[in-house]
């Protein structure tokens, strides 16, 4: 939900909302995964590590952790919208 809360107040996309609560949001910032079935769920979820590598040495995450990059354990069926990531992203 932070990134739903970034998209709202950072990047004025008022009414922001993940497909999850909000299916006919006019800014989906959170969706369905494409690989995913609505229809079939045993599974459908990603599951395992991910790893998301940092762009600044300077940002919170780096520093907390002491590294450039963050390995999270994912199990879920939504993931940011790829369409918004370059907007998100500027701010």
């Known amino acids: 939900l932070a990134v739903v809360e970034f998209a709202r107040n950072m990047c004025g ?11 006919s949001t006019k800014h989906p910032v959170v969706m369905f995964m ?9 599974g459908t979820m990603r599951l395992g590590t991910r790893r998301t590598i940092l762009k600044s040495k300077d940002c919170i995450t780096a520093k907390l952790y002491g590294e ?6 994912h199990r879920h069926r939504y993931e940011v919208n790829p369409k918004v990531v370059p907007e998100l992203e500027a701010k």
Do not use: H, I, L, Q
């Open 68 to 73: 450039d990059s963050v390995d999270e354990r």
């Open 13 to 23: 996309m008022k009414g922001a909302n993940s497909e999850e609560f909000d299916s």
């Open 34 to 42: 494409p690989e995913g079935s609505k229809t079939v769920m045993g």
